[in-house]
């Protein structure tokens, strides 16, 4: 009988592994890249996304007495953290219109990635390249609006061509183009993350980096250091008090760079608290707040790449409580 369960277990592993679409049904995939790997980051990123879904419609059609149900809380709790939405009271008849329409504006950027993940739509291994370090890199056959390159494939790193190119600096920001005002398709070719001018998924680079003008996708070496970001689902903690920098997961990486892909309106982009990039749990709750600290709904945590991250990897660990790293209980001393 052992032996029998041990053979039904198994079969089912293989069809759900059967069952969900390749990275490269999406993307030309570097070979630089471990594909088995690079499927369990696609097959995870649909996990949360299909989740970050369901708990976003259940919040919207929240009535209050579903807080009382397992799990639902986790879900206020992270469209706090990742959208500015603040939990309601418990007794309360839901959230204010104005919460729910910044919660639906979020659903409908999620159903977006969805579709894209899910069954492709708006995502084309002819015109989108995933790379895993910068060794085989080359501009591709897009086409890059202002210089209406086409129909041809560039054998020059993208450091060379924005050295070649002189990129116009925009509003001080020096060798780097940027879409701070979401003309995104119009005149400008963009540059995502912090791409500072330097090498690719150099010492100083981001571990994901998107130029959206070209479809160029980098999860670069240290997006895949386990001690960085938790590699799959299967390694975050489920249940207790835990902090962001304990949670942060590579499909949520991936999230995060696949909304700078995605044609969405406004663009997602990565939005500034005081200086700094909204990256991670705690920046993003700040994004989120007025000037009295209360959550307001700001429309700006929809434009901000890892609000995303941050609201499917809560969203989806109903039974731990995560903690800006900040909040970390100190060890005594
Ligand atoms: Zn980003």
Known sequence: MRYSSLIIVTGLANWALAAGP????????????????????????????????????????????LFSSTGT??????????????VPDTLSFGYSVKDKTQLQNALDNYKILQNALVSGIKLNPARHWLFC???????TTARLPPFHISHQLLQITIEQFFANSKPKPVKGVKGLWKD?????????????DEYNGGPICGPKA????????????FLCPKAWVPTNYKQTLSALPRTGRTT????????????????????IKPHITDEYYRGDRAYGQLRTLNLGL????????????????????VFATIAYLTSAKVVPEEDKAKPAS
Request: net charge negative.
């Open 22 to 65: 390749a990275m490269s049904d999406r993307f030309t995939v570097s070979s630089t890249c471990d594909t088995a790997k690079l499927d369990a980051v696609l097959t995870d990123a649909i996990t949360l996304t299909n989740n970050a879904v369901a708990a976003l419609q259940a919040l919207i059609g929240f009535k209050g007495w």
């Open 73 to 86: 809380g986790s879900f206020a709790s992270a469209a706090e953290a990742a959208f500015g939405v603040g």
């Open 133 to 139: 370090d910068s060794s085989k890199l080359q501009w």
């Open 180 to 192: 701070p005002e979401h003309k995104i398709g119009t005149q400008y070719i963009f540059v995502r």
């Open 206 to 217: 981001a571990e994901g980096i998107t130029f959206q003008a070209a479809g160029t996708m």
């Open 244 to 263: 962001w920098d304990d949670v942060r997961n590579l499909p949520g990486v991936f999230i995060h760079e696949m909304m700078h892909m995605l044609p």
């Open 290 to 309: 007025d000037t009295d600290g209360f959550p307001n709904a700001n429309p700006t945590c929809l434009t901000n790449a890892d609000s995303y991250h």
